[in-house]
């Protein structure tokens, strides 16, 4: 018995995140029978979808076998590449998309963070070097001792190494 049903495609990813100068791979995925036998991508603008074709440009690779297909988008751009993509499926009996979302990232969004943890620790170094600075230098520390004299030694011959304070 054979069930013969139209393409249930199926995205890998429902957002795919690429940073910017690199490649961009996104994929779908169709378990029907019979097998995808043609599939196509479309990028979806504010203007409207537009069809990606196999070497349209020199960015864009199309890589379809029977049951999953793979756009490789190169060199990625934030202004030109971060849409909506759509990747559609069609067999004998009938055809069948869905939607992949491409998020692009700077190249330096992962330095913003770091940059905010230095900024911090210079703004708290600054503030303890100003604050012992600004100390007055009569103000003495509970840990240290003002009045240290000499210490007594004892002369007995086990405790040598022993000393004591005065009081």
């Known amino acids: 018995l054979n069930v013969t049903v139209p393409p249930q495609v199926h995205h890998y990813k429902a957002t795919e995140h690429g940073n910017e100068g690199d490649t961009g791979v996104l994929t779908c995925k169709s378990y029907s029978f019979p097998p995808v036998d043609q599939w196509a991508w479309y990028v979806v603008t504010p203007s409207g979808a537009e069809l990606l074709g196999n070497g349209s440009t020199d960015r864009y690779s199309i890589k379809s076998t029977g049951n999953q297909t793979v756009l490789r988008i190169q060199n990625l751009d ?5 849409h909506d ?5 069609t067999n004998d009996h009938g055809n ?3 939607t992949i979302h491409l998020h692009v990232r700077s190249r330096l969004a992962a330095v ?7 900024g911090e620790v210079v703004v708290l170094v600054t503030i303890i070097f100003i604050y ?3 100390r007055k230098p009569d103000e003495v520390p509970e840990d240290e001792d003002s009045g240290s004299g000499a210490l007594k030694g004892n002369t007995g011959a086990n405790h040598d190494t022993l000393r004591q304070r005065n009081s």
Not at 78 to 82: A, H, T, V, W
Not at 112 to 118: A, D, E, M, T
């Open 85 to 89: 993509y759509m990747c559609n499926g």
């Open 96 to 98: 069948k998309g869905d």
């Open 78 to 82: 934030i202004e030109k590449d971060q």
């Open 132 to 134: 012992e600075k600004r």
């Open 112 to 118: 913003w963070p770091f940059l905010g943890i230095v």
